[in-house]
C-alpha cells in the first residue's frame, strides 16, 4: 500500500500523534484521572485513522467537481437563510413574551448553542435535499 507523503498529511498525522501523547501524558501524571486525557487520545486515534485512510487515496481522488460545490454552496446559503429566521422568530416572540418557555433564566450561550446545532442539521438537510434533486 503506498502513501502520501505531502506536508497537510504529514501535519495532520504528526497533530494526531501528538494529540495521543498529551492525552496520555495528562492520564499519567495528574493524580485524578482527567477526561480530558482520554478524549485527547480519542480523538487524536480518530485523526490518525481518517489521516491514514486520506493517505492512501490518491490526491486526485478528493478533488470536488463543480456540481458539489454548487450544491454546498447553495445548501449553506439556504441553511444561513433558516438559522437567521428562527433566530429573528425566538427574538421577536421573546420581546412579545408570547413564548413561557423563553424566560430570562435561559441563557444566551445555550440559545447560541441550540441555534448553531440546529443550523448544522438544517445543513445537512439542505446538502441532502440538492444532491438527490440534481440543482
Partial sequence: ?????????TKFIGISLCAILAGIIIILFIEPVSVFGFILILGGLIGLVI??????KPKCDLIEDERSVRVREKAGYSAFIAMMLIATIIVLLRML?????L????????GV???????VWIFITFRWYYNKTGE
Avoid: H, Q, Y
Avoid at 500500500?1 to 498529511?9: A, L, P, S
Avoid at 489521516?51 to 492512501?56: E, Y
Avoid at 448553542?113 to 443550523?119: D, F, T, Y
Fill in 51 to 56: 489521516g491514514l485512510s486520506v493517505a492512501t
Fill in 1 to 9: 500500500m503506498k502513501f502520501r507523503k505531502d506536508k497537510d498529511i
Fill in 103 to 110: 424566560t430570562p433564566s435561559i441563557e444566551l450561550t445555550d
Fill in 113 to 119: 448553542r441550540n441555534i448553531w446545532i440546529l443550523g
Fill in 97 to 101: 413574551k408570547l413564548s413561557p418557555s
